[in-house]
């Protein structure tokens, strides 16, 4: 079955950095983009990032863009997000998604603590 499963949360201070991974299994991970969504305390789920299925294209909502890179490898069924210059409001539950469907991993806590 389907399985996405985030690595690489933890505390952080701000203006830190931190890498999130997504490993994928159970479909062809080549044929789908990947989202990066958070959940932020009081906030509703938003997405952080976005790539494409080859890899080749990108997005980013303003909140994160140029601060936030996402990037594929299919050859190693994973994604990651590079988070780079984190604020305190970065804190939030992240989670990775099989664009396109209902397919999600179960979460990644970041907290951005002094």
């Known amino acids: 079955q389907v399985q996405l499963k985030e690595f690489g949360g933890g505390l952080v201070q701000p203006g830190g950095s931190l890498t999130l991974s997504c490993v994928a299994s159970?479909?062809?991970?080549?044929?789908?983009?990947i989202s990066w969504y958070r959940k932020r305390p009081g906030v509703p789920r938003e997405l952080a990032a976005w790539?494409?299925?080859?890899?080749?294209?990108?997005d980013y909502p303003d909140s994160t863009k140029g601060r936030f890179t996402v990037a594929k490898d299919n050859a190693k069924s994973t994604a990651t997000l590079q988070m780079n210059n984190l604020k305190p409001e970065d804190t939030a539950v992240y989670y990775c998604?099989?664009?396109?469907?209902?397919?999600w991993g179960r979460g990644t806590q970041v907290t951005v603590s002094s």
């Open positions: 998604r099989r664009s396109g469907t209902e397919d």
């Open positions: 790539v494409s299925s080859s890899g080749l294209n990108t």
């Open positions: 159970g479909y062809p991970f080549s044929q789908h983009g």
